[in-house]
């Protein structure tokens, strides 16, 4: 039975701007158990990268600010903890990787002076003995002749290397948690199936915990165990990944998933499309977020906003109708 | 000079006007009629160094590429970022000079009109461009920036120009009322349909659709593409779609052609290639794109390339895709192979298929 590692409840995180308070994420709830794989997938603006950010107080404050909420993490609430505790958790037990290693990389450091860094920082290794290991990792990675590129500059790795160079940079203290935050966005496809076949197998050798963040439902197939989709800053859907697919039960997880053209398949028709586009957050809707575009649309719907409610076994929705996508 | 541009005018009117009557007619006949023949086209960038701006190199973006397209079909275009497939577009309409090769529209050689006949030319075939928050002027109204081209290449009165750009808004799926408004109040779906309404505005015949939808969100993607494919169904237009997203590809364009380091390496069916992909770059390409189903996705089989695109700057000996290719034997480094066809409209670049 693989423990819980990371248990993330009811959190809320807002943006107050000059043009008026930005709801980004409203009550975010996930569960992450040791080993596994979770996807947060969701359109750009639905709070999928606020929420694991939030986790790990990276939101910038002003003007982002964590209203309310807990992120357990091994028995400590990461929203809670002295900050001097929390950089220790920060790249040491919770690695992160971003959609775009040109500018989470620094251009002016050498790879080996970025990738030493955490191991002296979190692990009080000695640069020399922190070369030997980054050598180690980047082989691990991918990368030809780790022990001359290490000298090299971010400018001078291509971007599916300077990817890989950021995953052996976020696994070099052995983290429990990887977070990965659309890291196959920028690159191209052959580039992005290299990437995420890294990612299976570092995860089979390392056995690290995934939160794999992206708005592609196709790499979340292959990826991972469960699914958390994301809409408006709300959590719409829970479930394992069979399943979301397979029985999507939320009607915006049916009409995303029939609105994406298949590599395998030949449509004549159109393509199924959902009106309308995803709400602003400058307001916290009263009611179902999706209700404006939702093909299955009630008076209820408009009255009030529905919680997340068990529809099977770990399955849940938030939507007040039990629907299947044989309704649409 | 000027009597010239001015007859010129009005025979744009008259096509303008013809356009609708003849568009239906063409629909009818939806023949095999060629309207787009592109012969040999380079496009190379010079790399400048030094005080004298010397050139050192060129990117050979664009390296000699050959195909047609006919009347009413779409023909998509793909391949990773850097294979030049914007690049085809953009030479294909003279918004680049093209370093070698011609390209023809019907019986016009667009490569050899002047600057001044080229800019009459336009109206026939436009753009519509990836970034809809670059591609249009922040500080126009969209009633400015829908009407411009009809101000520049019509003689229409004001009047007449803001009934049309109302009736183009509407056409895009977008409220008339919004033409006082400025881009910045919209959405990047929104933003896409004034670019396709500002693309349609003096009735192309054939329309280049750079990644028109890779910087929408997803559930609006939908939307564009079929807004795109209606408008063709009512003025048969012709369309390059050019696109990463394969999936896309599939599901839009007739015939599909795959670009890799500047050359195109096959050119099919778009059911043939995708069901028989015969060039092993489509073959890792078209395996490399992930399906939204985990169950076919546990038994599916992939090639995964290795490495990196090389520089477009000094591409590989012979074929270009042998540095990389899993089956690449001793006379793919010699010989650059060339497009054959190996099976009824399947055009294929390589020496072991």
């Known amino acids: 039975m693989a423990y819980k590692l990371l248990e993330v409840k009811d ?41 694991v950010l939030s986790i790990l107080r990276l939101i910038p404050n002003p003007p982002g600010k964590i209203e309310q909420g807990k992120a357990i993490f091994l028995g400590r609430d990461l929203l809670q903890l002295p900050i001097d505790e929390l950089r220790h958790v920060r790249g040491m037990e919770i690695g992160m990787i971003f959609q775009d290693p040109m500018t989470s990389l620094n251009p002016v450091m050498t790879i080996e002076h970025q990738l030493a860094e955490p ?43 300077r990817q890989r160079a950021m995953i052996a940079m976020a696994l070099s203290c052995n983290p429990k948690i990887l977070i990965a935050d659309e890291p196959t966005t920028a690159l191209d496809v052959t580039i992005q199936a290299q990437i995420v076949d890294l990612v299976n197998q570092l995860q089979d050798k390392l056995g690290m915990a995934i939160i794999w963040i992206t708005h592609d439902l196709g790499v979340v197939a292959r990826l991972v165990n469960r699914v958390v989709v994301m809409y408006a800053g709300y959590p719409v859907e829970r479930a394992s990944v069979k399943d979301t697919y ?31 586009r ?51 | 000079m000027l009597v010239r541009c001015y007859q010129r005018r009005f025979v744009i009117r008259d096509v303008w006007e013809n356009r609708r009557v003849k568009a239906n007619s063409n629909t009818a006949k939806k023949n095999n009629e060629v309207i787009i023949r592109v012969e040999n086209l380079k496009k190379y960038f010079p790399i400048e160094r030094g005080l004298f701006r010397r050139q050192v190199g060129a ?38 000079e093209p370093t070698e090769g011609k390209v023809f529209f019907g019986d016009v050689e667009v490569t050899a009109l002047s600057r001044n006949e080229i800019r009459s030319f336009r ?23 829908v009407g411009e081209p009809l101000l520049i290449h019509t003689p229409m009165t004001s009047n007449e120009r803001n009934e049309k750009v109302s009736e183009l808004l509407e056409l895009v799926g977008m409220n008339p009322r919004f033409s006082v408004r400025y881009p910045h109040e919209f959405s990047g779906g929104q933003r896409q349909r004034i670019g396709v309404a500002r693309a349609l505005a003096l009735s192309p015949e054939f329309v280049v659709a750079d990644e028109p939808i890779s910087a929408l969100d997803v559930s609006v993607q939908a939307q564009v593409v079929n807004l795109l494919e209606d408008l063709q169904d009512k003025f048969s237009f012709t369309y390059l779609f050019i696109a990463h997203d394969l999936s896309m590809v599939r599901h839009i364009a007739n015939r599909v052609a795959v670009m890799y380091l500047g050359k195109l390496v096959e050119i099919a069916k778009g059911k043939d290639l995708y069901s028989n992909p015969l060039h092993p770059y489509s073959q890792a390409l078209l395996s490399a794109v992930p399906i939204p189903d985990p169950v076919i996705e546990e038994k599916r089989s992939r090639i995964i390339l290795t490495g990196d695109v090389p520089s477009p700057v000094s591409p590989p000996s012979g074929c270009r895709f042998h540095t990389r290719c899993p089956i690449a034997e001793k006379i793919c480094s010699e010989e650059e192979p060339l497009l054959r066809q190996l099976e009824p409209d399947h055009w294929v670049a390589c020496h072991l298929a």
Request: proline share 7%; with cysteine; charged share 25%.
């Open chain 1, 278 to 328: 995803p709400p602003d957050l400058f307001e916290e809707p009263a009611f179902c977020p999706f209700a404006p575009r939702c093909p299955f649309v009630q008076d209820k719907c408009w009255q009030e906003n529905p919680g997340m409610r068990s529809v099977g076994e770990n399955h849940e929705i938030a939507c007040w109708f039990d629907v299947t996508k044989d309704d649409l």
């Open chain 2, 59 to 96: 990117v050979q973006a664009v390296d000699g590429i050959s195909f047609e397209i006919r009347r009413g079909e779409t023909l998509g275009l793909v391949g990773e970022s850097g294979c030049g497939k914007s690049t085809t577009g953009r030479t294909m309409l003279r918004l680049y």
């Open chain 1, 119 to 161: 191991m002296v920082e979190h692990l009080g290794m000695s640069k020399r003995d922190a070369r030997d290991r980054i050598i180690e990792l980047l082989q691990m990675v991918g990368i030809p002749n780790p022990a001359e590129r290490i000298r090299e500059y971010p400018h001078q790795f291509s971007g599916g290397m």
């Open chain 1, 246 to 276: 397979g029985n999507p039960r939320h009607p915006y997880t049916i009409s995303l998933l029939r609105s994406l053209p298949r590599i395998d398949m030949q449509r004549e028709e159109r393509l199924e499309n959902i009106e309308g």
């Open chain 1, 11 to 51: 959190l809320v995180t807002r943006f107050y701007t000059p043009e008026g308070v930005v709801h980004a994420v409203n009550g975010m709830s996930f569960n992450l158990d040791e080993g596994e794989t979770l996807g947060i997938v969701g359109e750009s603006g639905c709070g999928k990268s606020v929420s």
């Open chain 2, 123 to 145: 109206p026939h075939m436009q753009m519509i461009f990836q970034d809809p928050y670059a591609s249009l002027n922040p500080r126009m109204t969209v009633g400015d920036l």
